[in-house]
T-cell receptor
Framework: EAQVTQNPRYLITVTGKKLTVTCSQN?????MSWYRQDPGLGLRQIYY???????DKGDVPEGYKVSRKEKRNFPLILESPSPNQTSLYFC?????????????FGPGTRLTVT | EDQVTQSPEALRLQEGESSSLNCSYT??????LFWYRQDPGKGPEFLFT???AGEEKEKERLKATLTKKESFLHITAPKPEDSATYLC?????????????FGAGTRLAVHP
């Protein structure tokens, strides 16, 4: 089954404790992206990657890191989480670099930072 | 400033009562306008892509249209299973980068 998976689905952590949210897709897509979703603000792009070893900032990259060492995986790293990073996070992938015919979204990771 | 605004924030319909959701955008270099459906606790699910003013696309009870300033998602004779949040997003090339800006969404509730 074609899908984007994220782990964990739920995470409660404390300020400053490094964490990683994994994202994997099995569709051989070049393009992958991370979003956060907050009430009233919609989805905002954090980082995206157009292919292996190629990443770039989205609209809200501060406090986040990413890496793309393999085509299928695109982990999101919070080196020192803070309460304002409490949010619902989505990973997405797409088969095209320069056109979003269709983005496939993962099921989401709900992160709470206390 | 590039911006995407959806209205209304929430919409309650009776089953069979047709209506439209609005997505207005002020962006430079629009390359595409996307509609997604999001069910509670799930990731957005792709519905449509529109590329140029005048374009229309249909899927079951949904029809999406695009003008130079806004897009509409028309829902004809909705059913309770159409209840969801509908998101639109503008894909643009701005400042040397590809950008995708989402609206905040319209929460649709269809009651029997």
């Amino acid at each position: 089954e074609a899908q984007v998976t994220q782990n964990p689905r739920y995470l409660i952590t404390v300020t400053g404790k490094k964490l990683t949210v994994t994202c994997s897709q099995n569709m051989n897509h070049e393009y992958m992206s991370w979003y956060r979703q907050d009430p009233g603000l919609g989805l905002r792009q954090i980082y995206y990657s157009m292919n292996v070893e190629v990443t770039d900032k989205g609209d809200v990259p501060e406090g986040y890191k990413v890496s793309r060492k393999e085509k299928r995986n695109f982990p999101l790293i919070l080196e020192s989480p803070s309460p304002n990073q409490t949010s619902l996070y989505f990973c997405a992938s797409s088969p095209y670099n320069w056109d979003y015919y269709e983005q496939y979204f993962g099921p989401g990771t709900r992160l709470t930072v206390t | 400033e590039d911006q995407v605004t959806q209205s209304p924030e929430a919409l309650r319909l009776q089953e069979g009562e047709s209506s439209s959701l609005n997505c207005s955008y002020t962006v430079s270099g629009l390359r595409g306008l996307f509609w997604y459906r999001q069910d509670p606790g799930k990731g957005p699910e792709f519905l449509f892509t529109l590329y140029s003013a005048g374009e229309e696309k249909e899927k079951e009870r949904l029809k999406a249209t695009l003008t130079k300033k806004e897009s509409f998602l028309h829902i004809t004779a909705p059913k309770p299973e159409d209840s969801a949040t509908y998101l639109c997003a503008a894909f643009m090339f701005s400042g040397g980068y590809n950008k995708l800006i989402f609206g905040a969404g319209t929460r649709l509730a269809v009651h029997p």
